[in-house]
């Protein structure tokens, strides 16, 4: 059976899902991350709801563990010789080839001429230990490809198929037009056709695999899935106004305290 070739409206995940083929790699990698995917959209209301669009600090710190990590597979990218990096760079994916670039240009805006030594020290352990198993996993013959295609469904995806590029108008309101530059590939006319283009792409170099390097890149999608979730879990910064509104807070139940002793005594 073959999945439908022009997608409706794609709303929801498993309806994006769906529309990978039955048994295609598509499929597979998006049901090992369905129940982390569900914990990683639950973090990001918990960012919503905490503040992350209204202290740019906060939301610097997130977008650099996604930036660190993109660059670092971005690179194996580049320099790798295999098939399936070509097989990358030359299908419709190889437009998205370093939009790393793109995260460092906003958080260059976000954070000032300082910002290669800001990214440094907000990079999580979760972050450097996805970056070295991202760089130990291409040093291994047998994990090669397989890494690089999980790298690229996990890392790229919730940008092109995802709720990433949904939080474009956000970003915009929060911080301005200048500190968009990540969206600038995944938005606009033509997201069906975008995430049409990465489903078939991993359908098809599916087809062509054997079954253990299939599972492999199955089993890293699920691995490099939880990752993400970890970077998200130890960013630190909380907004700036929630020390105000603590101290508002201790300075509020202080008084209705001191009223309250104040009535018992008279
Ligand atoms: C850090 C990791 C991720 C987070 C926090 C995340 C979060 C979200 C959120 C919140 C939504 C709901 C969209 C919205 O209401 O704005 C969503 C939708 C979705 N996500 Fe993810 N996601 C992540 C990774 C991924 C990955 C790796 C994939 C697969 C490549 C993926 C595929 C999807 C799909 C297909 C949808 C439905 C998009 C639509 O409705 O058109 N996500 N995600």
Known sequence: MSAPTTPPTL???KTVRDFGQPDGLFRSCMNIIRHSHTKGQLLRTFFIISGVFSDKIMYAELLTQFYVTTECLDLILSESESEIASS???SELGKYKRFCN???TDLEHLLGPDHLRIINSYKSEAAIKYIKTLKENNAKVELRDASLLAGIFILWGPMIIGGG???????????GELACSTFTLFIGSGREKRKREFIDFFDSVGER????EFNKVVELCGEYMRMNNEMMVQVKRRPWWVKWGVGLGISLTCGAVYVYVK???T
């Open 209 to 212: 695999m054997e079954e253990e």
């Open 165 to 175: 590029a949904m939080l474009y108008p956000r970003v915009k309101k929060a911080y």
């Open 11 to 13: 709303s929801t995940t």
């Open 263 to 265: 009535k018992k005594k």
């Open 88 to 90: 990358v760079l030359n």
């Open 102 to 104: 793109d995260y460092a």
